[in-house]
């Protein structure tokens, strides 16, 4: 089955400065990689995703590049603010083993990013 | 509405208590989906219903008891639980269609067994 390794655990960096979060996943069948932030006391919420026909989504200070050949994917933060504080998630969606179109996440074990004012 | 909605936020309950956890989408999904979260780890998953069938059981045990009652619906029903099985309880929901699996999370509930 799957497997998404997630680097590093801990992440600290000055406001302003750029934050990089990276994953790896084991099935090349996995089609669909999303990003989740969650922060204390609150659900994950999904920040950004990407699938496997596209090597790079950005939105405004956020972007997902996504490398298949090395199955590896990353999030990118530029200009990072105190409100970007929390624990990110990636994750990776495989297809159906039994077909369909319904696929299940599978998470990374989370990096914890702390930004400091 | 493009939110997941859950009750109660937080649940204290002994042993030998019997508790309900809501969860409710009006988004039109077809899936849903409970995941139980412990401290500083990711979400485990639970349970999947999709159409209103259960459609995944992670080998949960028989003390949880999920109800898809209808397509906006998901209940998690709890009897005799243990002090282990205090964590965040989160509901998601994706739509079933192709390859869109952007699965949208609550806000949880805080549940502690004494």
């Known amino acids: 089955g799957e497997n998404v390794e997630q680097h590093p655990s801990t992440l600290s960096v000055q406001e302003g400065d750029s934050a990089v979060i990276k994953c790896t996943y084991s099935?090349?069948?996995?089609?669909?990689f999303p990003w989740y932030k969650q922060e204390l006391g609150k659900g994950p919420q999904l920040i950004i995703d990407i699938r496997s026909n596209v090597g790079e989504k950005k939105d405004q200070r956020i972007a997902v590049t996504l490398n298949k050949t090395a199955k590896h994917f990353s999030l990118h933060i530029t200009e990072t603010q105190p409100e970007d504080s929390a624990v990110y998630f990636c994750?990776?969606?495989?297809?159906?083993?039994?077909?369909?179109?319904?696929?299940?996440?599978?998470f990374g074990k989370g990096t914890k990013l702390s930004v400091k004012p | 509405d493009t939110e997941v909605t859950q009750t109660p936020k937080h649940l204290v309950m002994g042993m030998t208590n019997k508790k309900s956890l809501k969860c409710e989408q009006h988004m039109g999904h077809r899936a849903m989906y409970w995941y139980k979260q412990k401290a500083k780890k990711p979400p485990e998953l639970m349970f999947v219903?999709?159409?209103?069938?259960?459609?995944i059981n992670e080998s949960v045990p028989s003390r949880f008891s999920p109800e898809c009652p209808n397509s906006s619906l998901l209940n998690l029903h709890l009897h005799a639980l243990q002090p282990e099985d205090s964590a965040l309880y989160l509901c998601a929901s994706t739509p079933l269609a192709g390859a869109n699996n952007e699965q949208f999370f609550g806000p949880g509930t805080r549940l502690t067994v004494l």
């Open positions: 994750a990776a969606s495989s297809p159906n083993p039994y077909g369909g179109s319904q696929g299940n996440l599978i």
């Open positions: 099935d090349s069948a996995s089609n669909y």
């Open positions: 219903y999709s159409y209103e069938k259960l459609s």
